[in-house]
């Protein structure tokens, strides 16, 4: 069986997965730097990277033949 291709090239995989770490580093960072919440967007911006690169990892597992639902 064949594994299907993701919707991400292998150079944007690695520039998510470096999105996704430098943004989660650097929310406790700036919760820690600054008073406000605004350390808040920082872990909202490594959720979605985090979303991205987990559907591209079923995308990736996915049988080259199954047809998407």
């Known amino acids: 069986m064949h594994q299907g291709s993701g919707f991400l090239s292998t150079r944007q995989r690695r520039l998510a997965w470096l999105g996704f770490l430098l943004a989660a580093l650097q929310a406790p960072v700036s919760a820690w730097l600054v008073a406000d919440e605004s350390w808040l967007f920082s872990l ?13 990892d079923a995308a990736r597992r996915r049988p080259a033949d199954a047809t998407g639902d």
Not at 44 to 56: E, F, K, Q, S
Request: proline share 0%; charged share 10%; net charge negative.
């Open 44 to 56: 909202c911006v490594a959720l979605m990277v985090a979303t991205v690169i987990i559907a591209d």
